[in-house]
C-alpha cells in the first residue's frame, strides 16, 4: 500500500462549490504539506504543519483553508472554488527534525473547477 | 536556498548510464544536494540526497565535486521508465521553518530503445 494517500484522485467541480482534497499517510510522520502544479511550472506550497496542533501557511493559501485531524490526516478545503484554482494538488510529508527533510509525495489530486 | 542551473533536457539510450549535471555555484556550507524526479504528472519522487561526500542508493549516485559547486546524479542502467523530468535542489537539511522545496525547471530525461 501506498504510504502517502490522495482523495480524490480526480475531480470537477463548479465554481463557488465548497470541496475538500484528503491526504492521509502511514509514515508516521510529524510535517505534513499541501502543495499546488500548473501545467509546465514547478509546485508552490498553499500550507504546512509540523505536528497536529501546527498550521502555517505557504505561499499562496489565500483561498484556501486546511485541517489536521491527526497526526495521519491533513485535508485541503477550497471555500469558494474558482477556475484559476484548476491544478494539480500533491499532500507530502517529512519526518522533520534530526530525521531530515526529504518530502514523500502523494499520487496528486487532479482538480478542474469549471 | 542556493539557485541552481541544469540542462532543459537530455537523451539516453535504454540501458545506457544517464549523467545528468547540476550547477549550484552559490552553495553554502550548510546545504545539501537533493534530487528529485517526476514522472509525468504523478508525485514528484525522491531520489538521493548528499552533503559533501558521493552516495550510492538503489536508485542512483550522486558525484558532488571537491568545491561542491557541482554535482552529477547517475542513474547507472537507464530503462524507458527512467523518463521523467529530474530536479537538484539545494537546501539546508534542517530548516526549523517554512520546508518548501524550490522545483526549478529540472532536467526533462528522455530515455530512447
Known amino acids: 500500500d501506498a504510504d502517502v494517500t490522495q482523495t480524490p484522485r480526480n475531480r470537477i467541480t463548479k465554481t463557488g462549490k465548497r470541496i475538500m482534497l484528503e491526504c492521509s499517510q502511514t509514515k508516521g510522520h510529524d510535517r505534513m504539506y499541501w502543495y499546488r502544479q500548473d501545467p509546465g511550472l514547478g509546485l508552490q506550497l498553499i500550507y504546512y504543519?509540523?505536528?497536529?496542533?501546527?498550521?502555517n501557511k505557504g505561499e499562496i493559501s489565500d483561498g484556501y483553508s486546511v485541517s489536521r485531524q491527526a497526526q495521519a490526516k491533513f485535508s485541503l478545503s477550497l471555500e469558494s472554488a474558482i477556475p484559476n484554482q484548476t491544478a494539480l494538488y500533491f499532500c507530502a510529508t517529512s519526518e522533520g527534525g534530526t530525521g531530515g527533510e526529504t518530502q514523500y509525495f502523494g499520487p496528486g489530486t487532479r482538480l478542474l473547477v469549471l | 536556498d542556493a539557485k541552481t542551473t541544469q540542462p532543459p533536457s537530455m537523451d539516453c539510450a535504454e540501458g545506457r548510464a544517464a549523467n545528468l549535471p547540476c550547477n549550484h555555484s552559490t552553495i553554502s556550507g550548510n546545504e545539501y544536494v537533493y534530487w528529485y524526479r517526476q514522472i509525468h504528472s504523478q508525485g514528484p519522487q525522491y531520489i538521493i540526497h548528499g552533503l559533501k561526500n558521493n552516495e550510492t542508493n538503489e536508485m542512483a549516485s550522486l558525484i558532488i565535486t571537491e568545491d561542491r559547486k557541482s554535482s552529477t546524479l547517475i542513474l547507472p542502467h537507464a530503462t524507458l521508465r527512467d523518463t521523467a523530468v529530474y530536479y537538484c535542489?539545494?537546501?539546508?537539511?534542517?530548516?526549523?521553518?517554512?520546508?518548501?522545496?524550490?522545483f526549478g525547471t529540472g532536467t526533462r530525461l528522455q530515455v530512447t530503445l
Open positions: 535542489i539545494v537546501r539546508p537539511r534542517n530548516t526549523g521553518t517554512a520546508s518548501k522545496l524550490t
Open positions: 504543519s509540523f505536528d497536529v496542533k501546527d498550521i
